[in-house]
């Protein structure tokens, strides 16, 4: 897989010649580039931003360099990059999206600062390639620069030869499947006891079926507990029913589409 980044920090992306990303890209799965966008700027000062037209705080990132950019990117490779815009206001990066992403050639990512890049940019490449605003959380950060490292690394992870066990990631929270809406339960491993306190005895029980039944069984804990909300949404067909009798004694009630409620939460839509 090839992976552009376009940024006025290039220095931020170093942890990308890290760890699991790093071996990547030392073993030629990935093929990471990084550039500067100052580079395609025409002045002395290397302009790279200006002030919003309406007035308001804050810059905004001139269309100028980032058309500079992103056309040369374009230009040195084969086929189309899917464009990957970091933004607030963009759709929310789920696993789901890291799976489909890890399934393209070509990534190229824009990471702003300021205020964001001059609409212009997004609207022209949106007219001839797959470009996808996407935002990390709700939340605001200074700039685009980790939102891509963590997008880059749910993404490289998923990618076939990057994670030592392939099959690690099945099992993940919200790995597509059996995983797609619950959070993966707790783990452990040796000492079987430490400050006094043991493992659960299924886990040395040897019994796959007994262990994989707790496992989901705790994944239904911990995700009625920190995340009701994909409870709430959990495909009644991916539900058998000990996963049903499981959830009820979680306090939660079946309604007669098979979905799940608990009294006193408000149905998010
Ligand atoms: C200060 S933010 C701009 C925020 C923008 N004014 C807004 O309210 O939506 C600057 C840049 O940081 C990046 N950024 C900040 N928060 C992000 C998030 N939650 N997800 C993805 N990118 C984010 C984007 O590249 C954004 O253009």
Redesign the pocket.
Known sequence: MRLDVVTIFPEYLEPLNVSLVGKARARGQLDVRVHDLRTFTHDRHNTVDDTPYGGGP?MV?KPEPWGEALDSVLESGEGEPVIV??????RP?TQELAVELSGKPWLVF????????DRRVIEEYGDRLDVRE??????????????VLVMVEAIARLLPGVLGNAESHRDDSFAPGAMADLLEGPVYTKPPEWRGRGIPQVLLSGHHGKIARWRRDEAFRRTSENRPDLIERCDPAALDKHDRSMLAALGWTEGPDGRFWRPGRAVEE
């Open positions: 804050g990132m815009v970091p933004t607030p206001s963009g990066f824009t990471p702003a600062r300021y205020e964001g890049i996407v935002s990390i959380g709700d939340y605001v950060l200074a700039g685009g620069e980790a939102p």
